[in-house]
């Protein structure tokens, strides 16, 4: 027996990239470290399960030339659970070494106020992505 899902929940998020091989290697690499699995590939594009959800990554000659400004209208970011203190901590060292910057180096873990404990990282085509952790009792 199918179930609907609840109305309302989220069912999958397109992005498009500029480079397809480039964003692979940066957010495709941080989907697969969350638990998303890689469903399916075909040239210029890829898509990755959640737990419900699902992301795209796409490429391609529908995609407009110029680059992706998280600050302007539209996507700013894309926010994850990523576990605890120290599972950011480790990410967020894994992911410097895959194509990522640390935003708000300055007020890091703590860009999103005293009680919120998250990274703010950044690809090479400007995509935001925060890896919050869960919050300490």
Do not use: C, I
């Not at 480039?22 to 697969?32: E, I, M, V």
């Not at 796409?58 to 659970?81: C, T």
């Not at 990274?119 to 400007?126: H, Q, R, S, T, V």
């Amino acid at each position: 027996m199918n179930v609907a899902p609840p109305k309302g929940r989220l069912h999958h998020v397109e992005l498009w990239v500029p480079d397809h091989d480039r964003a692979q290697g940066t957010l495709g690499w941080l989907f697969g470290q969350l638990g998303y699995v890689r469903t399916d590939t075909w040239p210029g594009g890829s898509s990755w399960q959640g737990a419900g959800e699902y992301l795209v990554l796409e490429s391609g000659p529908d995609v407009l030339a110029g680059p992706h400004e998280r600050r302007r209208p539209g996507l700013n970011h894309l926010a994850f659970h990523a576990g605890t203190e120290d599972d950011v901590d480790a990410l967020t060292r894994d992911a410097l070494g895959h194509g990522f910057t640390l935003l708000f180096a300055d007020r890091h873990p703590h860009a999103g106020g005293p009680d919120h404990y998250a990274a703010y990282l950044e690809d090479a085509d400007g995509f935001e992505v925060e890896l919050g952790a869960v919050p300490r009792r």
